[in-house]
């Protein structure tokens, strides 16, 4: 699967395994990931692409701001991810 810029993915390797991040860049081999808590925009996290997994999420406002260029602040990165993180969360117990 194809990961690009706006991608959200799932880290499965290194000591941030099990977190989400938005891509907010691509050169082929390496990822830049920002979740605004921890990676902010100021300081993304590099991370080769076999040690990500893009997962699968309709577009929203936040994914067009990152894909457009326009400004984009970390409280919004925060929000959006751990918005994600509940309906996951929720999901996963009632699959149980």
């Known amino acids: 699967m194809e990961i690009s810029k706006s991608d959200l993915v799932l880290s499965i390797a290194g000591h941030d395994k099990g977190m989400l991040f938005y891509v907010i860049s691509t050169d082929g081999v390496y990822v830049n990931l920002v979740n605004g808590k921890e990676r902010t925009l100021e300081k993304p996290k590099r991370k080769k692409l076999k040690h990500v997994r893009k997962l699968p999420r309709p577009d929203s ?26 309906e996951i969360n929720v999901s996963t117990k009632e699959g149980s």
Do not use: F, V
């Open 61 to 86: 406002l936040l994914t067009e701001k990152i894909r457009s260029g326009k400004p984009l602040l970390n409280s919004e990165l925060r929000r959006e991810l751990a918005t994600i993180r509940q």
